[in-house]
C-alpha cells in the first residue's frame, strides 16, 4: 500500500485495460514502424536520460512530449530504449498555455496559479489517488519546471483527454497544467512510465 493505493487493485485495472485493448474500438494510440519522427524522438530521448540519469530509478522508457504539434494528434510518445520503439498517445495542455483554445499550446509557464503547461525533464514518482483517480506525481528537474509541486502538476486520466473529444470539437480538452491523458490509455502511463522514469516536455517540432 503506497499513499492510499491498492497497488494490486491497480494492476487489476491494467489488466482490464489491457483486455480491452484487444476489442474493436477507436485508436489513440499507436506503435509505428520506424520513421524520421520516431528516430528524432529516441536520439532526444537518449540524449536526455544521459543528462538526467542521476535523477532516475528506470532507464528503460523515456516520455517524450512535443506540444510543437496540437493536441489532436498523438504528442506523447513512449520511447523504448531497450528496443528501439516509440508508441504514441493524445495528452491535454493547460488552459493557460491556450487561452484561445483552439488546440495549439502558446506558451509556457512554470509560475503557481499560471494554468499553463511547463516545459522541461521531470522524473515520475509514486501513483497516488487523486481528482481523476490514480495519478503519478512528478518531480521537476530544471528551473523550468522547479514549482512542480507547489502547483500541483501530475500525470492523471481525464475525460477531457478522451479520443471521443476529437470527434466532437477537433482537439481536447485543457488541464491545468497537468499532463492529463485519455482514461483508457493511461493504464499504460502507469504501467511504463511511474515509478523513477523520465518525462521529458518541449515544443519540438518532431512532427
Same mark, same amino acid.
Not at 492529463?180 to 511504463?192: P, R
Given at each position: 500500500m503506497k499513499n492510499g493505493i491498492d497497488r494490486r487493485s491497480v494492476l487489476a485495472g491494467v489488466a482490464a485495460g489491457s483486455a480491452a485493448a484487444l476489442l474493436p474500438s477507436r485508436v489513440s494510440a499507436a506503435t509505428y514502424y520506424p520513421n524520421d519522427q520516431h528516430r528524432r524522438v529516441l536520439e532526444l530521448a537518449a540524449q536526455q536520460l544521459e543528462k538526467h540519469r542521476a535523477s532516475l530509478w528506470r532507464t528503460d522508457i523515456v516520455g517524450i512530449v512535443d506540444f510543437a504539434l496540437p493536441s489532436s494528434l498523438p504528442?506523447?510518445? &513512449? !520511447? /523504448?530504449?531497450e528496443r528501439g520503439e516509440v508508441r504514441s498517445f493524445l495528452v491535454s495542455h493547460g488552459r493557460g498555455s491556450d487561452p484561445e483554445h483552439d488546440g495549439f499550446l502558446k506558451t509556457f509557464s512554470n509560475e503557481v496559479g499560471s494554468? !499553463?503547461?511547463?516545459? @522541461? =525533464?521531470y522524473v515520475t514518482w509514486e501513483w497516488y489517488k487523486g481528482k481523476y483517480g490514480t495519478s503519478i506525481r512528478l518531480g521537476g528537474l530544471e528551473p523550468d519546471n522547479s514549482n512542480v509541486l507547489d502547483r500541483a502538476i501530475v500525470m492523471h486520466p481525464a475525460w477531457y483527454a478522451n479520443p471521443a473529444m476529437l470527434e466532437k470539437w477537433g482537439k481536447l480538452g485543457r488541464s491545468d @497544467?497537468? &499532463? !492529463?491523458? #485519455?482514461? =483508457? +490509455?493511461? /493504464?499504460? =502511463?502507469?504501467?511504463?512510465?511511474s515509478g523513477g522514469r523520465l518525462l521529458y !516536455? +518541449?515544443?519540438?517540432?518532431? #512532427?
Open positions: 504528442r506523447l510518445h &513512449f !520511447a /523504448n530504449l494554468l !499553463a503547461t511547463s516545459r @522541461g =525533464a @497544467g497537468c &499532463f !492529463a491523458m #485519455g482514461e =483508457a +490509455d493511461f /493504464n499504460e =502511463a502507469l504501467w511504463h512510465l !516536455a +518541449d515544443r519540438l517540432g518532431f #512532427g
